[in-house]
Every structure is written in structure tokens, then in C-alpha cells.
């Protein structure tokens, strides 16, 4: 049985009926003291992504033989090792998420949930933030997520009064007790969650800057000297909270995929980053994507919860870290059933199709899957496709169907459309409006080629739009095919909804056209043919 190193203060106490899972032993605890105050031990990740058998580079499938990162067992094994330093060292462990735990695997898209659940309660997470990828497949997904975990899922800018499924199932902030010490903990969810993913008509997304103050106000008049923020809003938010707020000990962030971190490359900053505050100095950490690292932010705190010293380290998530068993056998468990559906052999890929930049600019993966869904309609002219819904590179080398899989987890289906061009001009220059950000909605596109200015003002970045037949004709219908999430309005693409003439939204799923679009051709080869061009 697993013991409970953290109680919480909330309403929705029957989360804590979930039934446990394996989980890792911890040392006997002992109280965390230091002169004046506590001293404790933050463990962090966030954008885990459902890659609970690690990535290769880019967020691709690992390869038997080639580089592997991260991993579910491997990082409960640090996770075990973090947390016996900290009580040897005297300090308290607490074990934080900052969200996106779902989606970007096979294991989410068959078990929704489910298997990402049974490895946190092994590990002991001890409080998440939902992030914009937990409402992807409803409310009712959530909800049965919820369900099976034993702790606490924040999100203080959520409203979800008109929502039954989760007015009691998320709540703005925790109190967490681990060895003696006592800390409150905030979550915030990206308002963006509203248009990006699916959270249905009833769920409210509110001004996240608005929420922490009020739930961080909250925590110290119950006497809660340290505040701890769980924020899925991303780093340039994080800064702004951090300095506009008060009542923030520390930050631990998500959703940009950012490194904080001391001599590790890639990274963008330190661990932590330390940002002026109103009153108090603000420490911000983040760790990155896919569980390929570890965070630990040590705390020093005063007799009035305030940050006194810092220290801690990022651990990458390597082939030297050793698994942790009883984490390895549940990952077993829930890959058993996707074995044989991810082997089946597609394609021959001549070079590798990278991710990286495919949300400001032209890549040969986008390209490829805009390409494959032109195909299967017959008759549509032109393919638009988001960004945000390539989630993985595709390796060079026999690429398979859990390749592809990695690359769509969504289950989205195509969705096809008769809209006049000035309205596809509209939609187009939304999925420009972010620039010079990288950003989810920049449109892939077949059957067209665009030349846009990102330092134009928003709404007025295309410079050149053409089809096949010429310059898009602003009153001329055209037949597109793009996905169901994007002609629902997702992304920003309202348009796609409002302005179709027709439209059918319950095509093939896209993996599916994308795999059979591969099997057909049997070898591809990335290409950049100039189609997405700046300037």
C-alpha cells in the first residue's frame, strides 16, 4: 500500500476513493526543519504527453538501437531517488505536475486517460494543473480521469458551475502536507484551452492574472505562508504573473515546452529563473516536454513561508537513469493491447520529417499529411491543416502505423466544406495572426501557395495567395478539406464554421488517411517546395 505523504484540504473528496495503484516506497518521513523555518524539496514536470515508453528526438518513437529519452519507469525511478535526497537532506518532497498529462501517444488514444492515471498514482503525484490537452476529449473524459486519481486537479481560472460532470471534481487551490511542512498550491489553465481544445459549451475560462491573485489571497488569510502556482499558461505568462501578483513564492510552469536549466542544452534560461515580484523575489521552473527531465527546486523558507534560499537541479531523463520495476510493470499492462496495431509497416521514409517548425513556417510533415487528406477526397481543391495537430516527427527509415499514430493522436476526422475564398483568405490569416510567435493554428496547407508578411499587422499578412487554377478568387467557392476540430471553429478558425456553404464533418479519421496515403506511395521523401513562403 502506498503511503500517504500529503493531505490536501478540498471539496471534492471523493477523488480520494480512487482506487490505488502500485506505487513507490518511500523512505520513512521524518520532519523537515531548518533555523526559521522549513526547508523542502519541489519535484516537478510538466507536458508529459502520454510518452510513457520515452521519444526519440523531436518527440518521434524511440528506435531499438538508437536514442531514448525520458519514459514512464525511468522517470518514477528519479523521481524515487529525488525524493529519498530530500529527506536525507532534511527537506520535504512534493511531487507537482503542471499539466498536459494527455495526449500524444497510443496510450492516451486507446486508454484516454487511463494509463497516464495509473502512473501517477505509482509515482505519488501529489497536486496537477489541468492543461489545455485534458479537455480534448470532453468533459466526460475528464471526468473519468478524475476519477481515478487520489489528488488534486486545480485550475483556478476554470469556471464549472454550469458543468455537473466537473463542478466538484476541480478546485482552485490545495493545501499539501509532506514531512511536517505545509504549502499552498495554485493551478492556472491557458485560456486558449476554450478555442484549442474541446471542454464542450459549459466550462468558462476566466483571467488566469485575476484567479491567482484571488486564490493566492485566499491561501494566506488561511494561514498559508507559501504559495506555490501550478501554471499550464506558459513562460512569457509565467514572467508577467510572476511580476504582477502578489502573494507567489514560485512558479512551476508548463505548455511552452521550455527549458529552465544551468548548463543543459536547449535551455532558455536557469533553474530557477528568478523574476522581481510585488513584495518578493519570484522563482519560475520549467523542465521542458515528454518527461525528458526531472526538476528539483529546493526551498529555505522563513517563519512567514517566504523563500529565504534556493537551490536544486534539472536531471535529464537518460538511459543511465535506472527504471523503476513496479512503474515498468504497469506501462507493460497498458501496452499489451498496442503492440501489434503500432508494428504494422507503411512506408519507406527517405529522411526524417521534423515538427519543429511547423508552426511558423513550411515543413515537409505538414506538407505530407495536407497532402495525404487533398487525396482522399475527391474532387476538394485545396487542404488546410493546424500545426497544433502534428504532435510528434516522423523518423527516417520503414515508418509504421504507430508512427503516424505519435504524429495524430487526436482521432480527429476530415471534415470537408464549400466556403467562397474570401472567407478561406480570413481563415488563412488567422493561422498567421500569432506570428512572429510559434503558435498552433498556422495553417499546412495542399493545393495552395502563400506568401505572407509576419510583420504586417494581424489580418493583414498575406501578401499572395494561389491555387492551381490562379490568384484565390474572393467570391469563387472552393471545395476544402480540412479536420473536424478546425471546421468546429478550434484554433481560432471560426470562420470554417460560420462562413461554409456546406459541410460535412464526419469523414475517415485522419491517421487513417494519412496511413493509407503512405502505404499507397510506399516510400516518400521530405520535401520543401516553397508552398508556405515569407516575405
Known amino acids: 500500500m502506498r503511503q500517504r505523504t500529503a493531505q490536501h484540504h478540498l471539496s471534492r473528496r471523493g477523488l480520494l476513493r480512487a482506487a490505488a495503484g502500485i506505487s513507490l516506497a518511500a523512505p520513512s518521513l521524518r520532519r523537515a526543519a531548518a533555523a526559521g523555518g522549513a526547508r523542502i524539496a519541489l519535484l516537478h514536470l510538466n507536458d508529459f504527453h502520454s510518452k510513457h515508453e520515452g521519444v526519440a528526438e523531436g518527440g518521434s518513437l524511440c528506435r531499438e538501437g538508437g536514442p531514448c529519452a525520458g519514459g514512464a519507469a525511468r522517470l518514477a525511478g528519479a523521481i524515487r531517488e529525488a525524493r ?64 481515478a486519481v487520489p489528488f488534486p486537479l486545480l485550475s483556478a481560472n476554470l469556471d464549472t458551475r454550469a458543468e455537473p ?61 507559501t504559495v506555490v502556482v501550478l501554471s499550464h499558461l506558459g513562460l512569457p505568462a509565467d514572467r508577467r504573473l510572476a511580476a504582477e501578483v502578489e502573494g507567489i513564492d514560485a512558479i512551476i510552469g508548463g505548455h511552452s515546452h521550455l527549458l529552465l536549466a544551468d548548463g543543459l542544452a536547449g535551455a532558455v534560461g536557469p533553474h530557477p529563473l528568478l523574476v522581481a515580484g510585488r513584495g518578493r523575489d519570484v522563482r519560475i521552473a520549467q523542465v521542458a516536454c515528454h518527461g525528458r527531465y526531472l526538476g528539483r527546486l529546493d526551498l529555505d523558507l522563513g517563519t512567514d513561508g517566504g523563500v529565504a534560499r534556493h537551490g536544486g537541479t534539472v536531471r535529464p531523463i537518460g538511459p543511465d537513469v535506472a527504471e523503476d520495476p513496479a512503474v515498468a510493470a504497469v506501462v507493460a499492462e497498458y501496452a499489451a493491447p498496442l503492440g501489434e496495431i503500432r508494428r504494422r509497416p507503411l512506408a519507406l521514409a527517405e529522411g526524417p520529417f521534423p515538427d519543429a517548425s511547423c508552426r511558423d513556417g513550411e515543413c515537409a510533415l505538414g506538407s505530407l499529411v495536407a497532402e495525404a487528406a487533398l487525396a482522399r477526397i475527391p474532387g476538394a481543391e485545396i487542404a488546410v491543416v493546424n500545426a497544433g495537430g502534428l504532435r510528434a516527427s516522423l523518423p527516417a527509415g520503414m515508418l509504421t502505423l504507430g508512427d503516424v499514430l505519435a504524429v495524430l493522436p487526436f482521432g480527429n476526422t476530415l471534415a470537408t466544406l464549400t466556403i467562397r475564398g474570401g472567407a478561406l483568405r480570413a481563415a488563412l490569416e488567422n493561422g498567421l495572426s500569432r506570428l512572429p510567435a510559434a503558435a498552433g493554428r498556422f495553417p499546412q496547407v495542399a493545393g495552395l501557395r502563400i506568401a505572407f508578411d509576419p510583420a504586417a499587422p494581424p489580418g493583414q499578412r498575406l501578401r499572395e495567395v494561389r491555387t492551381a487554377d490562379g490568384p484565390l478568387e474572393n467570391d469563387r467557392a472552393y471545395r476544402v478539406v480540412t479536420n473536424n476540430f478546425m471546421r468546429a471553429g478550434g484554433d481560432g478558425y471560426a470562420v470554417l464554421r460560420d462562413a461554409a456553404l456546406e459541410a460535412y464533418d464526419d469523414g475517415p479519421p485522419l491517421e487513417d488517411v494519412v496511413a493509407d496515403h503512405l502505404s499507397a506511395r510506399g516510400r516518400v521523401a521530405p520535401v520543401l517546395d516553397g508552398r508556405i513562403a515569407k516575405g
Open 84 to 147: 529519498a535526497a530530500a529527506l536525507a537532506e532534511g527537506r520535504a518532497p512534493f511531487l507537482l505536475d503542471a499539466g498536459d498529462q494527455f495526449m500524444g501517444s497510443l496510450y492516451y488514444t486507446l486508454h484516454r486517460g487511463l494509463a497516464e492515471a495509473a502512473v501517477q498514482r505509482a509515482v505519488g503525484t501529489m497536486a496537477m494543473s489541468l492543461g489545455n490537452h485534458e479537455f480534448d476529449n470532453g468533459p466526460e473524459n475528464l471526468a473519468r480521469y478524475a476519477a
Open 165 to 225: 460532470l466537473l463542478r466538484d471534481r476541480v478546485t482552485a487551490s490545495a493545501v499539501l502536507e509532506s514531512a511536517g511542512a505545509r504549502i499552498g498550491v495554485v493551478g492556472l489553465t491557458t485560456p486558449e484551452t476554450a478555442t484549442s481544445s474541446s471542454p464542450g459549451p459549459n466550462l468558462r475560462f476566466t483571467d488566469p492574472m485575476e484567479a491567482a491573485e484571488r486564490a493566492a489571497l485566499d491561501l494566506r488569510r488561511r494561514g498559508i505562508g
